[in-house]
């Protein structure tokens, strides 16, 4: 039986450096799967959370328009304390200095 390029066990100077050259290849396909398949879930983790970034802002808009329904005067009924203390402040402030000008 004659040595075949795959099989060349029949002459040791083949088959060193061939099969170092299949490792070589092996590792290289096997390098490269491992960098596909990172590539492939940052994008399918990037889509995901796109995702659920529109699904929030779809659920901020929902809860908005149901509470708007359910409070009157929502948008003002929501005012953070220190803007509606300042805003009672200026007016009153207003009031005093067109007291003093009379």
């Known amino acids: 039986r004659e040595p075949t390029p795959l099989h060349p066990s029949r002459d040791s100077t083949l088959a060193c ?8 290849l092996r590792r290289g396909l096997q390098e490269m799967n491992k960098a596909s398949v990172k590539i492939q879930a940052a994008w399918r983790g990037y889509q995901v959370r796109r995702e659920l970034d529109e699904m929030n802002k779809a659920a901020v808009k929902i809860q908005a328009a149901y509470r708007s329904h359910r409070t009157p005067g929502y948008p003002y009924a929501t005012l953070q304390p220190k803007a509606h203390r300042a805003r009672s402040q200026l007016s009153r402030h207003r009031t005093a200095l067109s007291q003093q000008a009379q």
Do not use: V
């Open 17 to 24: 450096p061939l099969y170092f050259s299949c490792y070589q």
